[in-house]
C-alpha cells in the first residue's frame, strides 16, 4: 500500500506507518539510505532549471539541498504536523535556531518564554542578541497578557509547551491570538509532545520545531532537527539553511525514518509509565511536589487537558532534600542513567537547578529538582527501583 500527503482522513498513527515509503515498484518497504553530494544531470538546462528550483519541497539539486529518502521523511512530519513543508536540519539545537536567523533582522524584537530550553537560551543570548536584536524574556504563564510586550518592531514571539525543566503549560491559542492582530510569527519547540501529542500548527502556530533527537528518533543514538512550517515561511527556512550550510546526515535521517515507523506505540507506553511513576511519587513523603502536566495537581493541567492528547515521559518532580542528598539518591538509581537529552527507551534522572536559568521568573521551591524521563521498562521495577533509592535519603 502506498498513500499520499493528500488522504488527510487517515488517523495520525497510520500516516505514521504508511506515509513517505517507496513506490510499491520498489518492492521495499523502507527507503535506501542515500549518500551523495553530486547529482548528475543529462543536460545542462536541466541542472540550471534544478538551481531555480532548489528552494522547493522535493527538488533534487544538489545534496545538501536533499535527496529523495529525506524528502520522504519531511513528507511524514509534514502530514503528522498539518504543516506546508518541514525541513531537516542536523540537531535540535540547530532546528530551533534557524527560523530565528530566517525572521530576525538588526533591529527587531524576539519575546521568548522564560522556560526555554537551554541551549536555545544560550544561543540567543550569544549569538542572535549580537545581531542587534532586541531579546526580551517573558512569564511562560502569561497567556493573553503578553499583548501587553508586543511592541512595534517585535518580529517573533518564541513558545516552548511545556516549559524547559519546569514544565509550565503555555496557552498557546491565546498567545497566537494576541500575535496574529500584530503581524508577530510565532515559533514553538514541539519536542515534548511530539505530533501524536499536540500539533501547535493546528492552533494557528507559525512555524513548529522539534529534536527529533529525542522521542521521534527513539534510541539515543541521532542528533536529528526538524523545523515544521506553514507556507508562507517556508522558502524563507529554506534559503536560512542554506545560508548556515545545514545538511541533515543521511544515516540519521534513516534512524529517525525508522524511528517514526513506532512513535505512536512508544509515546503511549512513555505516557502510561510517565503517569504511573508521577502518581507514585506524588504519594511518596520524601517528595514535595511532582511537576507533570498529566496530573490534576499541575496548576495548568487544563490547559494541557484542553489542547493536548496525552503526555510524554518526561517530568520533574521536587525532593525534599539537601543536594549531597539528592545526588545519593539519583547515583542509588539501577534503571535510570545520569545523562543529558531524553527521548530514548532508556529511563533518564538528573538533578537540576532552573534558578540557573531564568530571567524574569523564579525558581524558588524548597529542596532538589530531579527531573525524570520514564523510558520502556516495566513501571514495576520501576517504582520497586525507585522506592530503594529514596529508603536511602
Known sequence: MTITANERSLQKETIATHLGRPDASVGLVNWPVHRGSTVVFDKVGDLENSGERKFEKGTLHYGRFGTPDVFAFEEVISALEGAYGT?????????CVLPLVAFLKPGDHILVTDAIYGPTRTSLKQFIARQDV????????IGDGIAELIKHNTKVIYLESPGSYTFEVQDVPAIVGCARSRG???????????????????????????AATKYISGHSDVMLGLVSCQEPYYRMVREAANWLGYHAAPDSVFLATRG????????ERHYKTGLALATWLEQQPQVRRVIYPALPSHPNHTIWKRDFEGASGLFSFVLDASRERAIKFVESLSLFGIGLSWGGYESLAIVSDPSKARTVTRWEEDGVLIRMHAGLENERDLIADLTKALALI
Open 134 to 141: 532586541e531579546l526580551e524574556f517573558y512569564d511562560p504563564c
Open 87 to 95: 525541513l531537516c536540519v542536523p540537531s535540535g539545537l540547530a532546528a
Open 184 to 210: 508577530v510569527i510565532t515559533v514553538c519547540d514541539n519536542t515534548w509532545a511530539t505530533p501524536m501529542f499536540f500539533r501547535p500548527l493546528e492552533v494557528g502556530v507559525d512555524v513548529v520545531v522539534q
Open 260 to 267: 517514526i515507523r513506532t512513535l505512536a506505540a512508544r509515546m
